[in-house]
């Protein structure tokens, strides 16, 4: 299980739109629609903000939203808040009922 | 709503065993619609999943990890637990808890706070 590669950093303007990609293979990403976000700022527990590839769950606004296409998954953050300035992490299942993280993203808010 | 909370020692000599313990609140780990299962996140690093856990006490472990890694359940107390042996100063990391709703989807709906384990002598 190797851990699933993300861009190390993105920024963006407040109200501009970034777009996180993570790839893996064909044995998570690829071969399962069960990839989620998590959101985690300094200090703090994860976030769950993107399940089943691109289901939000309650209370996660609407700007975040998630895709995949082959091995590779993306989560776009649409209008850019300050407050979404954080550390953001996909998640694959993988088999065998466990998973494996992406190797994180920072995103900066100009 | 679930709440979990980690519990354990914060400082664990090289070589011995690390063991943690969760406990569950606002729901039952008895649950058939939950799996259980612990990640950690090294100071600086990314996140990494450990294991989980059914209610049937069926454990599942990141190959990398799974020689020295051990996750039980009490259903009795609403715990679960992680043991990890032989433990060196790369193990020093965040432990976190965690419920993973697995039944009709895999991912992490709640997570505890965390708790900082230190390998050091």
Partial sequence: QSALTQSRSVSGSPGQSVTISCTGTSSDVGGYNYVSWYQQHPGKAPKLMIYDVSKRPSGVPDRFSGSKSGNTASLTISGLQAEDEADYYCCSYAGSYTSVFGTGTKVTVL | ?121
């Fill in chain 2, 1 to 121: 709503q679930l709440q979990l909370q980690e519990s354990g020692p914060g400082l664990v000599k090289p070589s011995e065993t690390l063991s943690l313990t969760c406990t569950v609140s606002g729901g039952s780990i008895s649950s058939s619609s939950y799996y259980w299962g612990w990640i950690r996140q090294p100071p600086g690093k990314g996140l990494e999943w450990i294991g989980t856990i059914y209610y049937s006490g069926n454990a599942y472990y990141n190959p990398s990890l799974k020689s020295r890694v051990t996750i039980s359940a009490d259903t009795s107390k609403n715990q679960f637990s992680l043991k990890l042996s032989s433990v060196t100063a790369t193990d020093t990391a965040v432990y976190y808890c965690a419920s993973v709703p697995g039944v009709v989807r895999w991912d992490i709906d709640y997570w505890g706070q965390g708790t900082l384990v230190t390998v050091s002598s």
